[in-house]
């Protein structure tokens, strides 16, 4: 069977999506500890639109899940009103290669970083954003992806 595409998915153009800041899981998991003012921030950039990479919720649900009884509904809460504020950003076709691209030139270099941190990465570069991190160091490995340390 031959692959649906010789190299590459068929080229997004950047232009077909808004330039968005993806938040990584620290910042938000910062929000919810009340060790970094997310709502704050956000507001401090009134012209940004922010985004959130699906992986992103999977991390957050993890955390859900693992939670002891007294902090498990607090998180929940806090889970459930960040997803109805964001967009969740689906991994796509064209992730998945970015995905792939990223993974294979990382680790190929040794400079290899965390199999989600790839992925919301991907699904930065796929849409032209940025991601909002407070691990600059391992986003920063990815060639082209714009980061920024919320302050």
């Known amino acids: 069977m031959a692959p649906r595409f010789a190299s590459r998915p068929e080229a997004v153009e950047i232009a077909d999506y808004p330039m968005a800041i993806i938040l990584d899981a620290d910042v938000v998991i910062r929000g919810e500890k009340g060790t970094f003012d997310l709502k704050r921030w956000v507001a401090s950039h009134p012209n940004d639109q922010f985004e959130i990479a699906a992986i992103t919720v999977a991390e957050l649900w993890h955390g859900v899940e693992r939670a002891t009884t007294p902090h498990k509904s607090r998180r929940e809460r806090y889970l459930?009103?960040?997803?109805?504020?964001?967009?969740?950003?689906?991994?796509?076709?064209?992730?998945?290669?970015?995905?792939?691209?990223?993974?294979?030139?990382?680790?190929?270099?040794?400079?290899?970083?965390?199999?989600?941190?790839?992925?919301?990465?991907?699904?930065?570069?796929?849409?032209?954003?940025?991601?909002?991190?407070?691990?600059?160091?391992?986003?920063?490995?990815?060639?082209?992806?714009?980061?920024?340390?919320?302050?």
């Open 80 to 151: 459930a009103a960040i997803l109805e504020s964001l967009p969740v950003i689906a991994y796509t076709e064209h992730t998945a290669y970015e995905h792939a691209r990223i993974w294979a030139e990382l680790e190929s270099s040794g400079k290899m970083i965390g199999f989600y941190d790839l992925i919301v990465g991907a699904t930065a570069l796929e849409r032209g954003s940025e991601v909002a991190t407070f691990n600059r160091r391992h986003f920063s490995q990815i060639r082209g992806l714009k980061v920024i340390e919320p302050k």
